[in-house]
């Protein structure tokens, strides 16, 4: 099984900055990564998939990179609605698909 | 318009059994492939189940021989017969629409409460 690690747990930013996250697969994993937003009491919402591909109705201060085993999220500038946890999740050579156990981006 | 709508969880006791529906709209069931992912509180994501369109179906080693993934194409709904449960299966519950290993869309959640 593929293992996901995100880095960092925790990241404390305001608004209007830029967030970094990061996700890294055991093996490589190709492009076949996408990316989840959560809010408290919410179902995850679709991102990102194959590591840079915006889903339908997402903004484009969203965006992915990444191939392999490194992967990156990047918001380019913080609104009040991205501070959430944000969940990276691989679908090489399915089932199982994993994820990794998300970065909680807060208010500085 | 695309919706998921879970049902079915509460509180049951150890080793006790449940099923959890997932009533679809805006599109067909059998014709996708349909996910259950848990989430235990405070915890991460976690696949469960998954059947696919063309009736396949594949678990996760945690609930694999207890847990039993199904579909009724003329209900167009998704269900999840969990047996033998355990307090480590104590989860928010979600079904989700699954496109090539990407959840697309999601349900609300229903909560599973295994205890004494």
């Known amino acids: 099984e593929i293992v996901l690690t995100q880095s960092p747990a925790t990241l404390s930013l305001s608004p209007g900055e830029r967030a970094t996250l990061s996700c890294r697969a055991s093996q490589s994993v190709s492009s076949y990564l996408a990316w989840y937003q959560q809010k408290p009491g919410q179902a995850p919402r679709l991102l990102i998939y194959?590591?840079?591909n915006r889903a339908t109705g997402i903004p484009a201060r969203f965006s992915g990179s990444g191939s392999g085993t490194d992967f990156t999220l990047t918001i380019s500038s913080l609104e009040p609605e991205d501070f959430a946890v944000y969940y990276c999740q691989q679908r090489s050579n399915w089932p199982p698909v994993t994820f990794g156990p998300g970065t909680k981006v807060d208010i500085k | 318009e695309v919706q998921l709508v879970e049902t079915g969880g509460g509180l049951i006791q150890p080793g006790g059994s449940l099923r959890l529906s997932c009533a679809a709209s805006?599109?067909?069931?059998?014709?996708?492939?349909m996910s259950w992912v848990r989430q235990a509180p405070g915890k991460g994501l976690e696949w469960v189940s998954v059947?696919?369109?063309?009736?396949?179906?594949y678990y996760a080693d945690s609930v694999k021989g207890r847990f039993t993934i199904s579909r009724d194409n003329s209900k167009n709904t998704l269900y999840l017969q969990m047996n033998s449960l355990r307090a480590e299966d104590t989860a928010v519950y979600y079904c989700?629409?699954?496109?090539?290993?990407?959840?697309?869309?999601w349900g609300q959640g229903t909560l599973v409460t295994v205890s004494s």
């Open positions: 194959d590591a840079s």
């Open positions: 805006g599109f067909t069931v059998s014709s996708n492939y």
């Open positions: 059947i696919y369109s063309g009736g396949s179906t």
């Open positions: 989700a629409r699954e496109n090539y290993g990407d959840y697309d869309y």
